[in-house]
C-alpha cells in the first residue's frame, strides 16, 4: 500500500537553530515528491518538487534532499515566519497521496 | 493574479441537504484538483481534471459526490444529500500544463454539515 509518513509531528525551535523534518515514502513508481507549507486557515502553498534520488532544491532558509526512500526538508537559522505546517506529497500514477504534516514552531 | 477562488469559504447546512462548491482556476491552467482535508485523515484527493476531463475519481468518497467542470475556468463539486461525517476543509488547486505537480490551492471551503 503506497504511504507518507512525515516527522516529527511537531517542532519546537528556537530562532536560529537549524533542524530538518522528515518524508518517508512507500509507494511504486514515484513520479515526484513534493514540499508544501501551509499556514493556519489558509490553503497549502507550493515549496519544491524533487524527481529523482540525489536531487536537492533550495530557496532561502530551506533546502529539500530526495532519496530513494525519503525526503528531508533542512531549515537554516529558522526565523519565526517559518513557522507553519510543512506537508510531504508523493505522486505515483495518476494518485497523489500527502502526509499528515509537520507542525514547525519558531520561538523568537 | 487574483489565485484560484474558492465559494463560499464557509458553508453550514443540515444533514441530508445538498452542497454545491465552486472554484476558479488560475486562468491558463490546465489541471485541476479537487482535495478534502480533515485532523484525521489529512489531505486527500477526491478528483482531477485535464482540460476539463477527468482523470482520476478513485478518491470520491461514495456515490453522493460528483464533480463537474464544464470549461476551463469553472468546477463544481457537489454532494447531496449531505452527512456530518462531509464536515471538513474542501480545496480546490490548479496547476499549469506541463507541470501538474506545483499545484496552486486556494483558500478552501470550511463545510460543516450539523
Known amino acids: 500500500e503506497d504511504q507518507v509518513t512525515q516527522s516529527p509531528e511537531a517542532l519546537r525551535l528556537q530562532e536560529g537553530e537549524s533542524s530538518s523534518l522528515n518524508c518517508s515514502y512507500t509507494v511504486s513508481g514515484l513520479r515526484g515528491l513534493f514540499w508544501y507549507r501551509q499556514d493556519p486557515g489558509k490553503g497549502p502553498e507550493f515549496l519544491f518538487t524533487?524527481?529523482?534520488a540525489g536531487e536537492e532544491k533550495e530557496k532561502e532558509r530551506l533546502k529539500a534532499t530526495l532519496t530513494k526512500k525519503e525526503s528531508f526538508l533542512h531549515i537554516t537559522a529558522p526565523k519565526p515566519e517559518d513557522s507553519a505546517t510543512y506537508l510531504c506529497a508523493v505522486r505515483t500514477g495518476n494518485q497523489f497521496y500527502f502526509g499528515t504534516g509537520t507542525s514547525l514552531t519558531v520561538i523568537p | 493574479d487574483a489565485g484560484v477562488i474558492q465559494s463560499p469559504r464557509h458553508e453550514v447546512t443540515e444533514m441530508g441537504q445538498e452542497v454545491t462548491l465552486r472554484c476558479k482556476p488560475i486562468s491558463g491552467h490546465d489541471y485541476l484538483f479537487w482535495y478534502r482535508q480533515t485532523m484525521m485523515r489529512g489531505l486527500e484527493l477526491l478528483i482531477y481534471?485535464?482540460?476539463?476531463?477527468?482523470?482520476?475519481d478513485s478518491g470520491m468518497p461514495e456515490d453522493r459526490f460528483s464533480a463537474k467542470m464544464p470549461n476551463a475556468s469553472f468546477s463544481t463539486l457537489k454532494i447531496q444529500p449531505s452527512e456530518p461525517r462531509d464536515s471538513a476543509v474542501y480545496f480546490c488547486?490548479?496547476?499549469?500544463?506541463?507541470?501538474?505537480?506545483?499545484?496552486?490551492f486556494g483558500p478552501g471551503t470550511r463545510l460543516t454539515v450539523t
Open positions: 481534471f485535464n482540460n476539463n476531463v477527468p482523470i482520476d
Open positions: 488547486a490548479s496547476s499549469p500544463s506541463g507541470q501538474a505537480y506545483e499545484q496552486y
Open positions: 524533487l524527481y529523482s
